[in-house]
């Protein structure tokens, strides 16, 4: 066995920005250096990463294997695109304060029921209430639209300062992504400072030994409940970004099978690392977007890279790119 | 009151369907402690195999062979199982469970599109055979008779698995290996062979459901995926890993089902889920489950 990548290996401030700034700065060069369909497909990408990022609190850090987060990215997205629908709201600000509100309340609530419980019977619960809104949404059609879904315009960005309607087409996409980019770099820098600050360590305590933790005076269903929380407002937060990119949301975002594509994710990138779901999300669009392009098989070319990960790449991306390092660190 | 009698027969009609899926799912994480996420999709693969033999191949067939036919769907499933063991699950025994959950994921994903592969977009039917049946006079209402042999093979395949896990040598080793796989190997069994044996009998369980369903409905894309999480809230009332657990839950979820299909048809399944999570959080072993 090769050692896992661990994510408390701290590096010194200095020595992480000089990793992190050409990487930001080629994110914000994106739309400069390449077509805006790729800043669009990109978008994507970066939205799938907040979502990765909020899972992985509880899989990574927590050892909790939610099969469920489809449902906090669904509340996020079908919150905004009901405030649409019933409150003619065209702001993204207030479809964020909505959302994440909205996803708070659903994910507490989950959250209390499904902390209870770990292994197996936890992703069993997750995935069981998952698709009590799945349903929900699926038939009570006059509401939700059923399939056919709920259609949700370009809002105005930054209260109102980026009107969509007095943007041209490309101008409309590259704003958006960098509203999605923004989003991002922060939610990325406040998880780091979360799985950072003590009650970071005391959940990386209760995923390594839970009796331990809870000895020395850590509330460990409590610790649970509340990551567990922080989970879904990320995922959350994901789907309403989602949303607007897509211009419709329909039952698929809630069904279970897109549960285990945000848990592919972050098994594509190596679950073990602050990194590896972020690089995994990204990742796995661009599969997606090509396999789909590619073939009609796009899912056999899916469910092939997902088994030979499991089989021959259980650390993921990050855990082949730090072996490579290694192996290179040592040839020279 | 004929009315009454006839969702009486529906609810055990979608029981004993259910029952099939569920109780191999069980089994299967019984014995091998394996959450089968491509359980629904090898269940799809059992009615495509048998609509594709009845509707296509054997189309003008007497319908006393085309009902011997169907259980072929079920033995290719069998096969199917008992070739996924060995390959892709073996290697991920000694990992924690979160691996075998993601690569029947990935399984499932396999699957579904090698169905694609085979028998294209187009639903596939069976119909012949339930048209060539006909119906019978039941209490005063007409009921289809392919769906009394449904019942009649739910209940049997009931029994008959009792009778093979509780009166036969292979039961004994099987439910030993289940209660404790070291001290099972440690005293002669030969625990992998009984592990490809319970995975390819569980599989061989959820295509006979898939192989019997399809001449009442159509084999279409996607089918697996919809009953998987129907047999999910079956094993997780009746408790993982329990045969009795799985017949349970299967009786409790066709009955609610059709009560809930007359009465409040928006929320019956979301009501479903629902007692599966009151269930879980109140006794996570289910109702017989042990552990």
Redesign the interface.
Known sequence: MTPLVTASRTLKPLRLLLYVAPLVLLLLLVPYLMAPYQAYLLSYGLIMAIAALGFNLL?GYTGL?S?GHSAYFGVGAYTAALMVKYLHVTSMELFLVGGLLATLVVTALFGF?CV??T???F???T???S??LW??A???FWVTGGTDGLRVPTPSLLAGLVRATSLSYSGKIISYYYYVLACFLLSVALMWVIVHSPFGKALQAIRDNETRASFIGIRVQRYRWYAFMVSGLFTGLAGILWVPLNGLTTPDIL???FS?KI??FS?LGGFRSFVGPLLGAVAFNYLETYAISAT?????V??????LL??LM?TGLVGLLSRLAFVWKRAT | MDILIIQLFNSLLYASILFLIAGGLSLIYGVMRIVNLAHGSLYAVGAYVAAWLVGKVAGGMPAVLLLVLLPVGALVVGVVGAVIEPTLLRPLYRRPEEYQLLVTFGLLLILEDVMRFIWGGMPLSAGVLMESLGSIRLFGSLYPTYNLIIIAVGGMAALLLWAFIYRTKFGVLLRATSQDMRMASALGVNVRRMYVQAFALGCTMAGLGGAIVVPGQTAVLGMGQDVLILAFVVVVIGGLGSLQGALIGALIVGCVRTVGIMLFPEIELALLYLIAAVVLLVRPTGLFGTQ
């Open positions: 899989m294997l099969f029921i209870r419980h292994r197996i019977f992703s069993i619960l995935l069981a209430l698709q009590v349903s929900l699926y038939k009570f069904w279970w099978p285990g848990v592919f098994i009609v098989y796009w899912q056999l899916l469910g092939g890279v997902l088994v499991v089989l259980p």
